[in-house]
């Protein structure tokens, strides 16, 4: 019976000392880009201007971390007002019909101090594929003003239109097939 309890007793400790940490971004302080080639001459470049996004991880370094980002397709901002219509239109993304882009993260991989391999399940324009991206985590430190523990990722990778059935109509050599992901995140930890 007395190792049962120290059993239980030791279990109960380590589940509260390695209890889960939510963190949610600022998204004030937070950043979700992406560049295209246009007609095969320059780059287009624009942001997703609304979304959310947690972090739910026991280990400090973020080791096993499990990512959540939904967006806000009709947020897509280019800086030109009718080229941002064109991508809302069912050419592109059909807000109307298909509002929110999602990730969801299946694993992580340590590939350095503070680098990682992050693999999940984006769904985009009514298709979800798994995809593979290169996550930097900067640092985690202490608001000074708030006391707050906030914590800033960089994410970088390549997905390709064609796979998620956007802009069928457009060919490569007038909207590159190649989209380059990049996003900067402050999280702010709740728990």
Do not use: C
């Not at 930097?136 to 202490?142: A, N």
């Amino acid at each position: 019976m007395k190792t049962f309890t120290l059993t239980l007793a030791f279990a109960l400790f380590s589940t509260s000392l390695f209890a889960q940490m939510l963190w949610k971004s600022d998204q004030s302080q937070s950043r979700l880009g992406f560049t295209v080639t246009s007609m095969g001459i320059n780059q287009v470049s624009g942001l997703f201007k609304s979304f959310e996004a947690t972090i739910q991880a026991r280990q400090e370094d973020f080791s096993d971390a499990v990512f959540d980002l939904t967006i806000d397709a009709a947020s897509i901002d280019t800086s030109n007002k009718r080229r941002d219509n064109d991508l809302r239109s069912n050419n592109f993304f059909d807000v109307a019909n298909l509002p929110k882009i999602t990730f969801r993260s299946t694993s992580i991989t340590k590939t350095g101090p503070d680098t990682y391999k992050l693999t999940g399940d984006l769904s985009m324009h009514g298709v979800t594929k798994s995809v593979t991206i290169d996550l930097i985590h900067k640092e985690t430190v202490k608001d000074p003003e708030t006391k707050a523990l906030i914590s800033g990722f960089q994410v970088k990778g390549m997905l390709k239109r064609s796979d998620f059935n956007i802009g069928r109509g457009f060919m490569a050599s007038m909207v590159g097939d190649e989209v380059s992901i990049e996003a900067d995140g402050r999280f702010i930890r709740y728990q």
